[in-house]
């Protein structure tokens, strides 16, 4: 019931420990990493712990294998190739430039690249992107999240 998991959250319980007992199905669904995703890497955790490793578990592994791959629809190399063109970047300002908007990464984990979801999250955190990336343009970094906190 979710009121009740809002309820027990503002009462002061841990979130992950208390209340979600650490499950990974329920931690990525909050995560908003898709129902889908979630309860397969889920399952694919739990096959793992398995201490039997019968043909029939190592097989259902392998096709979660199959099917989960790595969510990351940002163009990294893209990135690299950019960051690459940077003359004369020590590793400091070339680790740093990550954190800029134009260059904000999109979360990464596993998911199912078939699934409508997917399909849906990716085109919802593209969106999401956009919007930040508008947001920060041509902005001092600090400042604009300070007044994004403050002033919503």
């Not at 007992?21 to 931690?27: A, C, D, E, M, V």
């Not at 995560?31 to 889908?36: D, E, V, W």
């Not at 590793?91 to 199912?112: G, R, V």
Request: net charge negative.
């Amino acid at each position: 019931d979710p009121e009740m998991i809002l309820n027990n959250c503002l009462k002061g319980e841990k979130l992950l420990s208390n209340i979600l007992h650490k499950h990974n199905g329920l931690i990525g669904v909050l995560l908003h990493y898709g129902r889908n995703n979630a309860w397969n890497f889920y399952q694919r955790e739990q096959l793992f712990k398995c201490k039997d490793a019968s043909f029939e578990i190592k097989n259902k592994i392998q096709l979660l294998n199959k099917k989960l791959l790595l969510f990351a629809p940002h163009d990294y190399d893209d990135i690299e190739k950019i960051l690459e063109e940077t003359d004369e970047h020590d590793s400091d300002e070339f680790t740093y430039l990550y954190l800029l908007p134009q260059y904000m990464a999109l979360p990464a984990f596993s998911a199912d690249p078939d699934d409508n979801e997917t399909k849906q999250l990716k085109q919802e955190y593209e969106e999401i992107r956009k919007k930040v990336q508008a947001i920060y343009l041509n902005k001092d970094f600090l400042e604009e999240t300070l007044k994004q906190i403050v002033f919503g």
